[in-house]
């Protein structure tokens, strides 16, 4: 949880549907089964105070000077705070996932265990059914000529950054948080939004006051 974002200034501790964006993604781990222990990593003085106030129980690791930069690569970051904590699995998840459900995160570990050992990492996917093509105009998943309903058309998976699942052998030997031989996970459109861009935040915001009225 960086301290400063370049398109979405404090998004991170910004409120979000009546609390701080990081909060959200917390309660829903907290309300994890299959998580033994959170942790945050942050170069923010915002988050640090939150943490301590609002959530005492997760361990905060300092962002080091020479990671901070936004160009760093997170799989940089990941070694250094898996470094930190031994444990046979991680789970990475970001603040900008607000609308995440613990229930999707535990089926998400559930089904890792599972394929186990077949595979060495999980990463979710939000499947995609419309007309795409590429850069030089050419279908690539389906044939102009034979107009599918939209359907109808296979999916394509877009990795959507909400839940990454791998060891720190996995990490290490590919120098990635994604395997060689990686499950994919296919969750809900509607808790895969990502904050990047302002728009998603009034989005996300909106989204998620919805689901407190409907829970209320």
């Given at each position: 949880?960086?301290?400063?974002?370049?398109?979405?200034?404090?998004?991170?501790?910004?409120?979000?549907?009546?609390?701080?964006?990081?909060?959200?993604?917390?309660?829903?781990?907290?309300?994890?089964?299959?998580?033994?222990?959170?942790?945050?990593?942050?170069?923010?003085?915002?988050?640090?105070?939150?943490?301590?106030?609002?959530?005492?129980?997760?361990?905060?690791?300092?962002?080091?000077?020479?990671?901070?930069?936004?160009?760093?690569?997170?799989?940089?970051?990941?070694?250094?705070?898996?470094?930190?904590?031994?444990?046979?699995?991680?789970?990475?998840?970001?603040?900008?996932?607000?609308?995440?459900?613990?229930?999707?995160?535990?089926?998400?570990?559930?089904?890792?265990?599972?394929?186990?050992?077949?595979v060495d990492s999980l990463f979710s996917v939000t499947g995609l059914?419309?007309?795409?093509?590429?850069?030089?105009?050419?279908?690539?998943?389906?044939?102009?000529?034979?107009?599918?309903?939209?359907?109808?058309?296979?999916?394509?998976?877009?990795?959507?950054?909400?839940?990454?699942?791998?060891?720190?052998?996995?990490?290490?030997?590919?120098?990635?948080?994604?395997?060689?031989?990686?499950?994919?996970?296919?969750?809900?459109?509607?808790?895969?939004?990502?904050?990047?861009?302002?728009?998603?935040?009034?989005?996300?915001?909106?989204?998620?006051?919805?689901?407190?009225?409907?829970?209320?």
């Open positions: 949880m960086r301290d400063q974002s370049e398109r979405v200034p404090g998004k991170n501790y910004r409120t979000l549907a009546g609390a701080p964006l990081f909060h959200h993604i917390l309660r829903a781990l907290q309300a994890c089964r299959g998580i033994a222990e959170i942790a945050v990593d942050t170069d923010s003085p915002s988050i640090k105070a939150g943490l301590a106030e609002h959530f005492p129980a997760v361990r905060v690791i300092e962002r080091p000077q020479h990671l901070r930069a936004g160009e760093v690569p997170m799989n940089e970051i990941l070694l250094h705070d898996t470094d930190q904590i031994p444990a046979d699995y991680y789970l990475q998840t970001h603040s900008t996932n607000p609308l995440l459900r613990s229930e999707t995160i535990d089926q998400a570990i559930e089904a890792f265990v599972q394929a186990l050992p077949k059914q419309t007309r795409f093509y590429d850069a030089h105009g050419k279908a690539v998943n389906h044939n102009p000529k034979e107009l599918l309903r939209t359907q109808d058309l296979p999916p394509i998976y877009e990795e959507n950054s909400c839940i990454y699942i791998f060891s720190r052998t996995s990490l290490a030997e590919h120098a990635h948080r994604i395997g060689s031989s990686p499950l994919m996970f296919p969750i809900p459109r509607n808790e895969a939004w990502d904050i990047d861009e302002e728009l998603d935040f009034q989005i996300a915001d909106f989204l998620m006051q919805q689901r407190q009225k409907k829970n209320s």
